[in-house]
């Protein structure tokens, strides 16, 4: 009987993860097919980084018999978290400093010891990723090099990176999402929908009189339309509802993030220098138009995260990786010779769950789905 129940369960499991290959393949088309209508060619559209959607009942939908006392555990430590205060961090600048709504920037979310690990998972970066590959999605005279939760996770489970550089990341950012859901004292749970470690290296033939942004200005859920409306609507990333950057260093020049009251005068509101620790945090919409000045000579890195209050576009990646954790934990990592993470690595990450019987028990106990971490 139990036996039985097992099977079912596991066949359950395999029909999502089938349905959710099915889906990167329809993606995969759908972008084939977008890159040669030029699509993305427009430059005041926001373009990549992030995944389509992915819903958790859709990837780990059986494990919502566990739902009803997890949502009543969530309300009570919502509370609980409002009434204390005490955090690290500290807030830098609100409105009236940064010059618009919902808006703000705090400091101390990392110190320099967790900045400086932080920084050697940019060593696996990968050019262009979560941008189709391309090494320079935004600036030409700038290398964008990008790693996200997948790929980390996928690599710490191949001995190739340490789990405790995973770990540290996938707590720092968890306290960035708490700080955000605090501060705007928002009455639904804040998820997580994308991650996106990247860093920004400044060519070493760009012209020294370069006055293009590393960043273009853009909103991150809607598209900028001619008249200076910002629609929120398809190709744009519509569900991210708030937005964070928690910034990893400051040994740079240029790289100061700025929000502008309009798309065509560009009057700059307010500008935060990138430091170890800092963040700011931002409803996503036209309300909250930004860019990035040229990074004039080094690296910047940064870690990106868009938010969402539609649990629906849960970030699946997320799971998968505090399973892997896990799992890593309980049996130590997997040897694999001459392991090469491609840079399609979303379907080697679902072969993960198929052939590896412990991470799909342990995504099917929830394991990877800690409630603290939305
Ligand atoms: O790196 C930054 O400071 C901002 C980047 C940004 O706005 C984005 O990736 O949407
Ligand atoms: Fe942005």
Known sequence: ML??????????????????????DAEKTEQKHEEKLGKYSSSILHPPPGHSPSTRTQFVGNLSIFRDEEETEVQISRVRKRLEVTDDAQIIAEEKELGGRNRYAADGLLNSIECNLLMQLTQIAVEGDGYEENKSPHSPYERFEGVTIGRMALMMYFNLTNPELLELFLQRTEAVRDHVERYFDLDSPLYFTYTHLVCRTALLDSPADRTDLSHEIHADNCVIKDGGLCLREDPAYTWRDYSAILYLNDDFDGGEFFFVDDWKSRRVQGIVRPRCGRMVAFSAGGENLHGVRGVRNSRRCAVALWFTLDEKYLEYERVMANTMLTRVRILGTVQHEDIQISSRYEDMLIQCFKEDEMLRHLLREGRGNKKEQH
């Open 3 to 24: 036996l039985h129940y097992i099977s079912e369960e596991f066949a359950v499991i395999d029909a999502k993860f089938n349905a959710f290959t099915k889906k990167i």
